[in-house]
């Protein structure tokens, strides 16, 4: 059974920095690739960050670029979003998702096409404001 589960939520002030965390069970992280989603209130979800470990291909969403970073540990089997130099417009519930088995994506396809993904957990909240 494919299980996500996020952690790493919270308050912080414009200018700050917060690390969600992605704790991945019943889906191998070495074959296949995950992601980080959000979603704000009345928009719709759009990829944030997908990684694919296998060759360290990596897709960030331009509104993020130069300021978050997807990592993976291998020996917890977990996917970090460090997220840096926050602004409101980065408030929303975070997700990280992952492809139905079977189902093929590259890095830059799952970040595009979020509602394609199979497996979610249940999302975090980030909210920036000061």
């Known amino acids: 059974q494919v299980q996500l589960v996020e952690s790493g939520g919270g308050l912080v002030q414009p200018g700050g920095s917060l690390r969600l965390s992605c704790t991945v069970s019943?889906?191998?992280?070495?074959?296949?690739?995950i992601g980080w989603f959000r979603q704000a209130p009345g928009k719709e979800r759009e990829g944030v960050s997908c990684?694919?470990?296998?060759?360290?291909?990596?897709k960030y969403a331009d509104s993020v670029k130069g300021r978050f970073t997807i990592s993976r540990d291998k020996a917890e089997n977990t996917v970090y979003l460090q997220m840096n130099s926050l602004k409101p417009e980065d408030t929303a519930v975070y997700y990280c998702?992952?492809?139905?088995?079977?189902?093929?994506?590259?890095?830059?396809?799952?970040?595009?096409?979020?509602?394609?993904?199979?497996?979610w957990g249940k999302g975090v909240l980030v909210t920036v404001s000061s």
């Open positions: 019943g889906f191998s992280l070495d074959y296949n690739p």
């Open positions: 990684l694919m470990s296998s060759d360290g291909n990596t």
């Open positions: 998702g992952v492809p139905r088995r079977g189902d093929y994506f590259s890095v830059q396809a799952m970040c595009s096409r979020p509602f394609d993904m199979g497996h």
